[in-house]
């Protein structure tokens, strides 16, 4: 089993920065993938950017320049860097990590961006 507990998240006005954390815990493979999904009220969740353990990373077209994604391994930590925040970014933000062949899910954090 593994546990993700996430921090961050907030309200913030358009332009403006915020930052997310993730702390995973349990039984965790050296190999894994950790990342962000989000979902907006009447939408399906969606990737917003993920990492391996070797540090690469993948983000979602809508965040690429404006999001920043990394880990911390010996920590199991993940963060993401927001900046540039736009209305449409207003989501509840979900940790994700793939570990083995079981994927498991923060409780999910509210970011709201005002325009």
């Known amino acids: 089993q593994v546990q993700l507990v996430e921090s961050g998240g907030g309200f913030v006005q358009a332009g403006g920065s915020l930052r997310l954390s993730c702390a995973a815990s349990?039984?965790?493979?050296?190999?894994?993938?950790m990342g962000w999904y989000r979902q907006a009220p009447g939408k399906q969740r969606e990737l917003v950017a993920t990492?391996?353990?070797?540090?690469?990373?993948n983000y979602a077209q809508s965040v690429k320049g404006r999001f920043t994604i990394s880990r911390d391994n010996s920590k199991n930590t993940v963060s993401m860097q927001m900046n540039s925040l736009k209305p449409e970014d207003t989501a509840v933000y979900y940790c994700?990590?793939?570990?083995?062949?079981?994927?498991?899910w923060g409780q999910g954090t509210q970011v709201t961006v005002s325009s």
């Open positions: 994700n990590i793939v570990n083995g062949i079981r994927t498991y």
């Open positions: 349990g039984s965790i493979f050296s190999y894994n993938l």
């Open positions: 990492i391996t353990s070797g540090g690469v990373t």
